[in-house]
């Protein structure tokens, strides 16, 4: 049932892709050719494309689960019940779209964080004022999926933090007698990254196939490749159309083995980890 | 064990089912559709379209515009000829890729029977034959078109042979605020000029107004729209556009962000531009500065001008699918758009602010005399003022050169 709903459109899809990549269906198509996958795999932008979606990925998750694992270590309870709890659920339901138009006006030059940097004299005019969107490093980006993943994997954390019951090993561990920083850093962020990794794994996959913020707040110089796909395929030659599809077939390619290949590493570990006597269970 | 085969055996033709009934699946065409609409008079085509729906894709980014649309088109084309009209939002590269899919799958009735087009779209449109035609000649109102004008009968140099039908005319116009630049530059020379003594407030978009400034400088460079005119020319193109990315590397480093990034539309310009980041954006509509005034988006001082060398003037139009299931109903529609009363309407300030297509000489007195008595722009120049700045636009290819090779020269991709 799984396979027939989930997996054979998908694969349907991806062989349409092929086929159109390939020349062997589209209105425009002038019969097989490799043509359009040697122009994509040969160009250095598509490479640089992908080298900065991973970039953009990765410092977001980093950063979403770094800051996520502190709050939860430092206050486990916090967020599960009382205000906060509430609270915290609020960005998660704003949309992408949004959430970059938010971060625009807060972070762009005429935006609010310019203003009062202005107003406390710290800067003379707004031309002073650091590009923090539409940026080399894509800070813009990063922040609008910081602030999207940060609550998520807060929220994440708390819950498994409770249900795996990793307080009992905190205080096991301090009876042992470790400091608190110490019983958080070695004993409840292992914990809890072993059993969120596959987890951080596809939030980082789905950032890095992230449109809406990066089409807004990054530059066309560093694109990331949903936003260079979406351009071959809408803007504004028909003839570059078989150029999205390899754009999306490479990418789909890449991050599947990227995701495969670190998932069942993990599966190994985690059974290794059973084998030596270990608690976790097989994901 | 059995029935667990059973049971998979009529998921899969169930889903097989799905998967070619969606793939390649004939519907039903509706009785009247059979009728060749081109063939009927006018009233038999009023009478067929009463009580269709007709399906219409246009770009819903301005306020005033869908007001107009939801206000005032829809309930007068329900009241009048009968039709339900629904708006679905999407332009150019959506309607270019909803035909394309449609006519892949062979699917015989479109989703689409009218879209608010034009240009590039049209020559896609027209590539991929997805547009029917000709249809504009049945219209009774465009009797009061004047397709002889190039600004109007021929959309980026391709005539429109009957293939759309004009429903609005603009010009492009650069809009500054008074106040920072009272003395805005005329010409690429002051514009270079005035950016290395203002770096950093002045950028074009990655989208069609931003190529529709390129076209403009690639036009200046070329030494006049006369020599770019008529069709695509290659030897042409390799002549001038050098030169164009040239001038836009001099430019670049005194852009919005060192010309390394680009608004993707006019939406952010115009919103960096009402927050001060910018002093100058642009508009494919001249009347929009008025708009946007009026909606208290963009300052007072806002003006909209256009260069000494000129500014693209062009027409939008209404086209209809191919695969249309509603044809003659879309045809009284467009008919109703392009009504001396609609066309009146739609061209106030207050209401759109769109040029007509209508030409004052054919149109009855009474009606010449309303269209006088509209209130003018008060921060634009008059249009007839515009007029005599205004360059026809170039064929379609080198827009889409010039969007492709901006990429490579510009961007670096």
Known sequence: MFIALAVLPLLLGLGYAMAYSLGLVGLLSEGFTLAHWEEVLGSAFFWRTMAFSAWVSVVTTVLAVGVALGFVAAWPRVFLRGSLSLFIYFPLAIPAIVMAFIVFQMLSAGGLVSRLAYQLGLISGLEQFPGLVNDYWGIGIIAAHFLMAAPFFIIFFANLYENEQVEEFVQLARTLGAGARQAALRVAAPLLLRRAFPTIVLYGLFVMGAYEAPLLLGRQSNQMVSVLAIQKLQRFNLGDIPQAYVACIAYSAIVLSLAVWLLGRNGEERLKYQGSGGRGKKV | ?413
């Open chain 2, 1 to 413: 064990m059995i029935r667990e085969q059973k049971r998979r055996s009529a998921l899969w033709f169930f889903l097989s089912s799905i998967l070619l009934w969606s793939c390649g699946g004939q519907q039903e065409r509706r009785p009247e559709e059979a009728a060749d609409v081109l063939s009927m008079p006018w009233e038999a085509i009023e009478q067929q379209a009463r009580g269709s729906t007709v399906n219409l894709m246009m770009w819903q980014g301005d306020p005033l515009i869908n007001a107009y649309m939801e206000q005032y088109v829809k309930p007068a084309v329900k009241e009048r000829f009968g039709i339900n009209l629904r708006i679905a939002g999407g332009q150019g590269s959506i309607i270019v890729q909803a035909l394309l899919a449609e006519l892949q799958a062979g699917r015989p009735n479109s989703e689409l029977d009218l879209m608010w087009i034009n240009g590039e779209t049209f020559y896609q449109l027209r590539q991929i034959g997805a547009l029917f035609g000709p249809w504009t000649d049945k219209l009774p109102n465009a009797r009061y078109i004047d397709f002889e004008n190039p600004f109007i009968g021929q959309d980026f140099q391709q005539p429109a042979d009957g293939f759309e039908c004009p429903w609005g005319n603009v010009q492009m116009a650069i809009i500054y605020d008074s106040l920072k630049a009272p003395a805005p530059p005329q010409d690429r020379a002051e514009l270079l000029a005035f950016v290395r003594r203002h770096p950093g407030c002045f950028t074009f978009d990655n989208h069609f107004t931003g190529l529709t400034f390129l076209k403009i400088l690639l036009m200046d460079i070329a030494g006049g729209p006369q020599v770019l005119a008529g069709p695509f020319d290659e030897e042409k193109y390799r002549r001038y556009a050098p030169l164009l990315w040239d001038y836009i590397r001099e430019l670049k480093p005194y852009l919005w962000k060192q010309g390394n990034a680009f608004p993707e539309a006019v939406a952010p310009m115009h919103q960096m531009f009402a927050n001060g980041e910018l002093w100058f954006t642009m508009s494919n509509n001249d009347s929009e500065v008025d708009n946007k005034v009026l909606q208290g988006l963009f300052p007072e001082s806002a003006r909209a001008y256009v260069w000494e060398v000129g500014t693209i003037q062009n027409s939008h139009y209404m086209g209809i699918a191919r695969n249309a299931a509603n044809k003659a109903a879309a045809m009284v529609v467009a008919n109703f758009l392009i009504s001396p009363e609609a066309q009146h309407r739609k061209q106030d300030p207050a209401v759109w602010g769109d040029g007509t297509v209508l030409s004052m000489e054919k149109l009855p007195p009474e009606w010449q005399e309303k269209f006088r008595k509209l209130p003018g722009r008060r921060h634009a120049p008059p249009r007839e003022q515009m007029q005599a700045r205004a360059l026809p636009e170039l064929a379609p290819e080198y827009m889409i050169r010039l969007a492709a090779d901006f990429r490579k020269e510009i961007l670096g991709q």
